[in-house]
């Protein structure tokens, strides 16, 4: 009964996207050995496949229609309507109901022409983005130094890398021609404790000179904190940065007498939440956030080896359920898991002296691990009682800084405002996740935890002084902006910006373009509204 009641609803809906035809099925057009083009069946695209380029399904079309191949459309769609209209959504793809409307020849076509497309997609991508991914000036001398098979490895996620690049060396000469231009194996995720990614010195005299004065006023009996925000502002040395982050986020009391006390309080205070709140996870009013969390966690920095332990997943799972039960007005919400781990790495390195990204915990006694967890449960509730109204329902927070930041950008960089409103780039399609993820999806982890040295510093860094920084990081890609003539084109330049080799010089640039831009705008709003 149910599949005839589906049946008659596409039969009232025949021209719902990317459905066939009843009527074809009926008169049996749909079979592949007549060789008819099967007409009511529209390109789609969704989670598994990125938007088709038409400048690279031209050349499939042109090569398939010598055989009776799929026609679609051809034209480069310049604005959002026209790539909407261009395409169909893949709702209900693998539904049981569709079993009836689907030919296995005609099926197996579409799923070869889609999987062609969809590579030669991501070929484009990167062929278009290792301009702006490769600096001249960085790469030269560092091919000097390369080995004879123009690998450079950093990590164990990199040796992966290496060895499919070597499984893929010994291919036959025509898979050779067809492949991309032979290039140095660019790291996907560059080393957490690569501080010096831009070529500077491991420590300078200047380095060592604010090294010290850390040391003195972290040694103090009352630490100045409004000196000690004023000297973690350029970033905070390495060696001091687990206890400067516990100061600065409000963790730790000023007073170094009481602070022994405080943390072994509150850590006795989290794992007693543990034992009254964690064993809810499998009751039925709490299993659909559980559910959320396990299945985000795996996905939190997927490249870097220490994120996927086990034992690191199941102290996140703790920390993030934690925190979602003791905050029903916002609950768990997906972004929160990032916000985890820059906490989680820097109260790490303070047992770890080697790369912390290749690390086995295990190698950790248990109560330095419980002292990890704990730590950054309550580094990371600090940070989110402060910009709480991102996560709540409808996620106004969020809403309000993307406003903010759209009548900034018009302000400071009018050429740039008009040539989205052209191509019909919204804001949020791109800074929605730059404000829920706070850059982290943007930047390299090291990258994030030199600018969280300065949201620590700034009042109400991660909210206020957060928009700032997103706008000078928008302007930074003008140029790449300006020379994007379409929605598609623009909107993964936006997604996926060049950023793998950034360090603390970019990011320190970054950030004094923002100070100036709230400098001139935070105290005079009015400046920057129409």
């Given at each position: 009964m149910a599949a005839e009641s589906g049946r008659q609803f596409w039969k009232r809906s025949a021209k719902l996207p990317g459905?066939?035809?009843?009527?074809w099925i009926n008169s049996g057009r749909t079979s592949s050995h007549e060789g008819q083009p099967l007409q009511c069946i529209q390109p789609v695209y969704g989670a598994q496949h990125p938007p088709l380029d038409s400048r690279l399904t031209?050349?499939?079309i042109k090569d398939r229609s010598k055989a009776g191949g799929l026609p679609m459309k051809s034209k480069k769609a310049s604005s959002f309507h026209e790539f909407a209209r261009s395409t169909s959504d893949a709702w209900d793809i693998g539904d049981d109901e569709d079993e009836d409307f689907s030919s296995s020849s005609s099926s197996s076509s579409l799923q070869t022409l889609n999987s062609k497309v969809a590579k030669a997609t991501a070929a484009q991508v990167l062929?278009?983005?290792?301009k702006l991914r490769a600096k001249p000036e960085r790469c030269q001398p560092a091919l000097g130094d390369l080995p004879t098979n123009c690998k450079v490895i950093k990590s164990s996620s990199e040796a992966q890398l290496s060895r499919s690049s070597e499984e893929a060396c010994v291919r036959s000469p025509l898979q050779k021609q067809q492949s991309l231009p032979l290039r140095p194996l660019i790291p996907l995720v560059a080393r957490i404790s690569d501080q010096n990614a831009s070529?500077?010195?491991p420590m300078t005299v200047r380095e060592k000179t604010r090294l010290e004065k850390f040391r003195q006023l972290l040694s103090s009996h009352n630490t100045d904190l409004d000196e000690l925000r004023k000297c973690s502002w350029p970033g905070v040395p390495r060696e001091v940065r687990p206890v400067t982050w516990r100061l600065l986020s409000?963790?730790?009391p000023a007073n170094s007498e009481r602070r022994k006390l405080t943390l072994q309080r509150k850590r006795e205070e989290y794992f007693g939440f543990i034992q009254q709140y964690y064993d809810s996870r499998n009751e039925e009013h709490h299993q659909d956030t559980y559910r959320q969390i396990h299945i985000d966690i795996p996905r939190t920095n997927p490249l870097i080896p220490l994120f996927q332990q086990p034992l690191v997943q199941e102290i996140f799972e703790r920390i993030l359920f934690i925190w979602a039960i003791r905050h029903p007005a916002s609950g768990?919400?997906?972004?929160i898991n990032d916000l985890v781990t820059p906490f989680f790495v820097v109260f790490l390195s303070e047992h770890v002296e080697e790369d912390v990204e290749n690390f086995d915990v295990t190698n950790l006694s248990q109560d330095v691990l419980r002292s990890i967890e704990a730590d950054s449960f309550w580094c990371m509730s600090k940070l989110l009682d402060g910009i709480q109204d991102n996560y709540t329902f409808a996620q106004p927070g969020i809403q309000k800084k993307v406003k903010a930041l759209e009548e900034l950008v018009s302000r400071i960089d009018e050429q740039v405002h008009n040539h989205f409103r052209k191509y019909e780039v919204e804001?949020?399609?791109?800074?929605?996740?730059?404000?829920?993820?706070?850059?982290m999806r943007e930047l390299p982890l090291r990258c994030t935890i030199r600018l969280w040295d300065t949201y620590q510093s700034e009042p109400e860094g991660f909210s206020h002084f957060h928009l700032y920084v997103c706008a000078a990081f928008l302007i930074k890609w003008r140029k790449e902006i300006l020379d994007e003539e379409d929605f598609q084109g623009l909107l993964m330049l936006l997604q996926n910006l060049p950023t793998i080799h950034w360090g603390n010089e970019e990011i320190g640039l970054l950030l004094a373009e923002a100070y100036r831009l709230k400098y001139m705008f935070a105290d005079a709003p009015n400046h920057y509204r129409r």
């Open positions: 459905r066939l035809n009843p009527g031209k050349n499939f062929e278009n983005h290792s070529g500077a010195p409000g963790y730790l768990y919400v997906q972004g804001y949020l399609q791109f800074a929605f996740r730059w404000m829920n993820n706070l850059l």
